[in-house]
T-cell receptor
Framework: AQKVTQTQTSISVMEKTTVTMDCVYE???????LFWYKQTASGEIVFLIR??????ENATVGHYSLNFQKPKSSIGLIITATQIEDSAVYFC?????????????FGSGTRLLVSP | ETAVFQTPNYHVTQVGNEVSFNCKQT?????MYWYKQDSKKLLKIMFS???????VNETVPRRFSPQSSDKAHLNLRIKSVEPEDSAVYLC??????????FGPGTRLTVL
């Protein structure tokens, strides 16, 4: 069964610094897809960035990038030059590429607080 | 405006009542989902539909039933609500299994 684990419950950083959030996953599938989402204080959940398991290059979108370490089943989210508005809960998620439909499993989330 | 819409925003009811939540997406996606987010922010998938067909049905109590009239609409009915059903119910959509777009959620409080 697929599983996603985020061990960091909360992180506090100063504005304009770089932060890394950890995520490890378990899957039996050789093909899978990894996602990071952000939930703001208002409750809104937005998609940030994605990594497909067959791609070797780490994905990058704006000031978000991923550290994909396939042998360690790890997909870290890196936020560079953090801003106050990056304060939110960040969820890691995985979808297996097999015949299990489009079931996505989410981690428990990491709360990020960015201070001025 | 293209997005995922949910109604109502909030609902307060008593144990044993029936409630229904609506979800509509105007993104042209073919897959829709219902999630439950508890007070600890844990997100758990309940159901998923692809082109009106149920493709994911997690272990949820039988009092929960999804209803899809077309690929743009996915509703959730709860018969005889229980206190543990208090949560935020989030609807999402995607194209196949790609990244999901979430609605604002419906907060259910069961007294």
């Amino acid at each position: 069964a697929q599983k996603v684990t985020q061990t960091q419950t909360s992180i506090s950083v100063m504005e304009k610094t770089t932060v890394t959030m950890d995520c490890v996953y378990e899957t039996q599938d050789s093909s899978y897809f990894l996602f990071w989402y952000k939930q703001t204080a208002s409750g809104e959940i937005v998609f940030l960035i994605r990594q497909d398991s067959y791609k070797k290059e780490n994905a990058t979108v704006g000031h978000y990038s991923l550290n994909f370490q396939k042998p360690k089943s790890s997909i870290g989210l890196i936020i560079t030059a953090t801003q106050i508005e990056d304060s939110a809960v960040y969820f890691c998620a995985m979808r297996e590429g097999g015949t299990g439909g489009y079931k996505v499993v989410f981690g428990s989330g990491t709360r990020l607080l960015v201070s001025p | 405006e293209t997005a995922v819409f949910q109604t109502p925003n909030y609902h307060v009811t008593q144990v044993g009542n029936e409630v229904s939540f609506n979800c509509k997406q105007t993104l042209g996606h073919d897959t829709m989902y219902w999630y439950k987010q508890d007070s600890k922010k844990l997100l758990k998938i309940m159901f998923s539909y692809n082109n009106k067909q149920l493709i994911v049905n997690e272990t949820v109590p039988r009092r929960f039933s999804p209803q899809s009239s077309d690929k743009a609409h996915l509703n959730l009915r709860i018969k005889s609500v229980e206190p543990e059903d208090s949560a935020v119910y989030l609807c999402a959509s995607s194209y196949l299994g790609d990244e999901q777009y979430f609605g604002p959620g419906t907060r259910l409080t069961v007294l």
